[in-house]
C-alpha cells in the first residue's frame, strides 16, 4: 500500500512573550527620560476664591505662612529675578502662589516690587472654595 505523505500545515502559535518584552522596554525608556517635576521650593495652602481660572503654579514664585519668598533653590529677591528669568513666554504674567496665612506686608512687597519691572502682568494662584 501506498499511502500520501501528508501536507504539513504550519501551525502559527503567536507567542505573546516578544510583546510583553517590548512593552516591557518601552515602559523602561519612558520612565527614564520622563522629567520627575521637582517639588514645592516651600509648602504652602493658597487662599480660597470663588471664581476665576486657575493658573498652574510650576513656575510661580512662592510665600509661605513665615514669610519666606522662594522659587527653586532661590530666596528673598533673588528668587523673584529667577522667577522671571525663567519664564518660556516672557509676555507671560507672573504668578505668586503665597499661603493663605503668609503676612500680607510680605504679598504687597513683592508687588510693589514686582510693578517696577516691566511685567504684562502678575497673577495670584488661588483654589475654588
Known sequence: ???????RTRN???SIVPMINV???LLIFFLMT???APPDPVEV???EAGEGAQAGARDAIYLDARGTVAFAKARGFDA???AIEARADPRAPVLIRADADAPA???ARIMARLST?????????????
Not at 500500500?1 to 501536507?7: E, I, L, Y
Not at 519691572?117 to 472654595?129: H, K, N
Open 45 to 47: 495652602s493658597p487662599p
Open 105 to 107: 506686608q510680605d504679598l
Open 34 to 36: 520622563a522629567q520627575i
Open 23 to 25: 512593552v516591557f522596554l
Open 117 to 129: 519691572l516691566d511685567l504684562r502682568g502678575i497673577e495670584l494662584v488661588t483654589v475654588p472654595r
Open 1 to 7: 500500500m501506498q499511502f500520501d505523505t501528508p501536507r
Open 80 to 82: 523673584v529675578r529667577a
Open 12 to 14: 502559527f502559535d503567536a
